[in-house]
């Protein structure tokens, strides 16, 4: 239902070359007619896509990823041929792009990546951890909404369940993330 409706947007827009990225929401009440449940389009920034860079996780969990499908798009035809309309019914990863998350503001007594390194090595779904800032002595700022979050972590695996873990697992340790300079030089 969701892939059709994406289709049926597109439409609605004229969108017909070119790369779109679509947020679409399943809400309760808002299927056809206003009652039931249903997809609901949120936003359409047609002819560029998620600011992102979650080429890695979408090849890996399906085997294509949009820059490329852009690329085969305008110069390889056969290429592009293969590109599926929608994504496969089954996965060949599984995966999670994830925004880190700071709860505090001031100057990093330590790196992220360093002081929990223990933490971090015991998930085996994490490939790739991201924080802005990460280093010792830069200053980080309490995340507030998207344009503050404080870095990215990249989760893949073939499990969904090992993502899943993972993923708690980080959300977990968000709040002790980022630890702080107190005024005087220790770490709050």
């Known amino acids: 239902a969701v892939v059709e409706y994406a289709f049926a947007a ?8 070119g790369v779109c990225h679509l947020e679409i929401i399943w809400a309760a009440g808002k299927g056809r007619g206003g009652v039931g449940s249903g997809p609901v389009l949120i936003e359409a ?10 080429s890695l996780v979408s090849k890996v969990c ?24 929608q994504p496969p019914q089954a996965l060949h990863g599984h995966g999670r792009l994830v925004n880190l998350v700071s709860s505090v503001s001031g100057c990093l007594a330590q790196a992220p990546a360093q002081a929990h390194a223990e933490a971090l ?18 200053e980080v700022v309490q995340t507030i909404d998207l344009n503050s979050r404080a870095g990215l972590a990249y989760l893949l695996h073939e499990k969904a369940t090992v993502v899943e873990r ?12 980022f630890e702080v300079m107190q005024p005087g030089g220790r770490a709050k």
């Open 45 to 54: 920034n047609a002819g560029r896509w998620n600011g992102d860079d979650f």
């Open 166 to 177: 993972d993923y708690r697992a980080l959300r977990d340790l968000q709040p002790r993330l």
């Open 62 to 85: 399906t085997g294509f990823e949009a820059i490329e499908a852009t690329l085969d798009a305008f110069l390889d035809p056969q290429a592009w041929d293969r590109v599926p309309t």
């Open 121 to 138: 090595a015991a998930l085996p779904s994490l490939i790739r951890f991201e924080p802005n800032p990460g280093r010792e002595g830069e």
């Open 10 to 17: 597109l439409d609605a827009l004229a969108w017909r070359w």
